[in-house]
């Protein structure tokens, strides 16, 4: 199962983006659309969306935070991530603008970065996170936005 996971687009929905999302199984977006147009954008691209509410999606009805299970793990989506992390096998959030794969606590904490607006010297980027449904096992692969 291929996941593509995207955050902070702030309005914006690179076509570049959209083309190479639209293969995924499913897409999760970790909050701040930040209007209606981008929600409906990411929506129409195809694949199934689950999506939580960020900081800057007023008007949105979406839920603070989603807990997936996948091949046996469970995901926490969220967009602020909590002082500790826990509760999930994953914990994905958004907000930061910053790529990150760290453990804390014994959960594995993701961010895709911003796609729109990157933050401290990290360039514009989303994520595929992968599952082997047969294994379990779970890989994280940073992409970065294409121009174009």
């Given at each position: 199962m291929r996941i593509a996971v995207i955050a902070d687009t702030h309005g914006t929905l690179p076509p570049s983006v959209?083309?190479?999302?639209?293969?995924?199984?499913?897409?999760?977006?970790?909050?701040?659309?930040?209007n209606h147009?981008?929600?409906?954008?990411?929506?129409?691209?195809?694949?199934?969306?689950?999506?939580?509410?960020?900081?800057?999606?007023?008007?949105?009805?979406?839920?603070?935070?989603?807990?997936?299970?996948?091949?046996?793990?469970?995901?926490?989506?969220?967009?602020i991530p909590p002082a500790r992390p826990g509760g999930a096998d994953f914990l994905l959030h958004g907000h930061t603008h910053v790529p990150r794969d760290e453990v804390i606590n014994a959960t594995r904490v993701l961010n895709p970065g911003s796609?729109?607006?990157?933050?401290?010297?990290?360039?514009?980027?989303?994520?595929?996170?992968?599952?082997?449904?047969?294994?379990?096992q779970v890989d994280w692969k940073i992409q970065p936005v294409m121009k174009g």
């Open positions: 959209a083309k190479q999302i639209s293969v995924a199984d499913e897409i999760w977006h970790l909050g701040d659309f930040c147009a981008t929600l409906d954008a990411v929506k129409k691209i195809g694949p199934p969306v689950e999506a939580v509410f960020g900081n800057n999606d007023y008007g949105l009805n979406l839920s603070q935070r989603l807990l997936l299970e996948r091949a046996g793990k469970t995901f926490l989506l969220i967009h796609t729109s607006k990157a933050n401290k010297g990290a360039p514009a980027s989303w994520a595929w996170l992968t599952i082997d449904e047969e294994t379990s």
